[in-house]
């Protein structure tokens, strides 16, 4: 059974690798990519640690509600852990 996430709610200032629109949205990890340099502090020049980096996926319906025309129909995303709730 796929691990059910939710992309945490948080805005911080600065750049950032969670698009907004998936930010409080709930999806399943389709697989882990390994760890890399996280590149929210790469961006600003600092020392960065490996962070475990996954593909996540959701739905249309959990991202468009009732707008989405195709519910069933998915998008996935690549999301570093640290942004990642386990459900």
Do not use: C, S
């Not at 996540?56 to 990642?84: I, Q, S």
């Amino acid at each position: 059974m796929a691990e059910r996430v939710r992309v945490r709610a948080m805005m911080p200032p600065g750049h950032v690798r969670a698009p907004a629109y998936l930010r409080g949205k709930q999806g399943v990890i389709e697989r882990p990519l390994g760890a890399f340099h996280n590149p929210e502090q790469l961006a600003y020049g600092l020392a960065a640690d490996k962070k475990p980096l996954y593909r996540v996926r959701f739905t249309m319906a959990e991202l468009w509600g009732d707008a989405a025309e195709n519910p069933e129909d998915t998008l996935d995303a690549e999301l570093y852990d640290h942004w990642l709730e386990r459900l």
